[in-house]
């Protein structure tokens, strides 16, 4: 099982410029690399570039530019070259698809915010003890930065990334731990929808209110904005300290609401995942929350699939989750089965036209999406 952990970052002013510097440094990779495919591509009779060809040139990179390129991790520079070409691959798979294409473009250095170092010990280190109060992490070319470490990690970590957010800077590690010791079985199943009044309803009646953490800040944010908008538009080097003070709060107000976000859902699912043995969810047609690994065959039972991390929160804790259709999951009489666009005349209100069984349209969807988790759950293999 892989779980991630993310910390923030107290480096010094100098740790702080090495790691602007190697974010820059990362930045100008990727654009050259991408520069390269492009030129080879219109001028060299449709020549295609790969990973391959351009990491070989890496040694001679470094070497041309050894105060440059020549003091980052060789790895870290592999993982960047592996970023452009793994966008390359989903530009040709949305081609072959039929979507919109959307061809890789340059990264600006204000929105190259990540750098990945593919394993620990190499350009980089992890150096934390269970005890220990003072956490630091070392990083090729900048040092022993301090990291300030609110949890225990548990587990092997694999991989190492900094990443920087407005002003802040933090470290994302990738820990592969054993299987987790499963939650207390409380016989409970539940199907949740997804609402707009509501952030989500379950089959047992019950809502979970939607905070609207955006519509809590939109105040202050059109204030910044507005603060903002009154600055000429300048070259960065040509900004002034208000100016970039400026930008800092815009981009801390929006930081907020998203972190806000983030920990209201975290703790939503973590509730369900307490109080139930099975939840069903719409398999909703949201690229982010549809995505998910490739499934890979267990050997051991044919027609089976091994764990491969989805719902990982919910597998470990011992629970089941399943995505169902959501087509008509809210048209759908849960009485006498009348499937109508007639049986929802507002958003929130249910009334079906043939039994008259009325209720919360949101309760009705998650009650029909539990029915429909259970049966696809019971369903015999094929």
Request: charged fraction near 30%; include cysteine.
């Amino acid at each position: 099982m892989i779980r991630a952990y993310k910390f923030r970052m107290r480096p010094t002013v100098g740790q702080q410029g090495a790691l602007v510097a190697m974010l820059r440094d990362h930045c100008a990779l990727y654009n050259g690399a991408l520069q390269e495919r492009r030129d080879a591509w219109r001028h060299v009779s449709r020549t295609s570039v790969r990973y391959g060809a351009q990491s070989a040139q890496l040694k001679g990179i470094r070497a041309f530019d050894p105060d440059g390129q020549g003091r980052w991790s060789f790895s870290s520079q592999q993982a960047t070259l592996r970023r452009l070409d793994k966008a390359f691959a989903a530009f040709f798979r949305r081609v072959r698809s039929g979507e919109k294409p959307g061809y890789p473009r340059f990264r600006g250095v204000r929105w190259f915010d990540t750098v990945d170092f593919p394993k620990d010990g190499d350009g980089c280190r992890w150096d934390s003890t269970p005890h220990d109060p003072v956490t630091r992490v070392r990083f090729q070319g900048v040092g022993h930065v301090r990291v300030h470490r609110h949890r225990a990690v548990v587990g092997k970590v694999k991989t190492v990334s900094v990443k920087r957010e407005g002003r802040h800077w933090y470290v994302v590690l990738t820990c592969e731990q054993e299987k987790a010791e499963p939650l207390p079985a409380t016989g409970s199943a539940v199907g949740i929808d997804l609402g707009i009044a509501n952030f989500l309803a379950d089959s047992d009646g019950g809502f979970v209110p939607n905070p609207r953490h955006g519509r809590r800040a939109d105040a202050r944010l059109a204030a910044a904005q507005q603060a903002l908008a009154r600055f000429p538009r300048v070259r960065r080097d040509k900004r002034t300290a208000r100016h970039r003070r400026a930008v800092d709060k815009v981009s801390q107000l929006h930081r907020t609401v998203r972190r806000r976000r983030l920990d209201h859902a975290h703790k939503t699912a973590l509730a369900l995942v307490r109080a139930h043995d099975f939840i069903a969810h719409e398999d909703l047609p949201i690229r982010t929350m549809g995505k998910a690994p490739a499934p890979k065959p267990d050997p051991a039972t044919p027609g089976g699939f091994l764990p491969n991390g989805a719902d990982a929160k919910a597998e470990s804790a011992g629970r089941e989750v399943i995505a169902v259709d959501p087509r008509n999951t809210s048209r759908r009489c849960p009485r006498c089965g009348h499937t109508a666009k007639e049986n929802r005349p507002t958003q929130q209100e249910f009334h079906c036209a043939v039994c008259g069984h009325t209720a919360h349209a949101d309760t009705v969807g998650a009650l029909n999406v539990l029915r429909a988790g259970l049966a696809r759950r019971n369903a015999p293999p094929a």
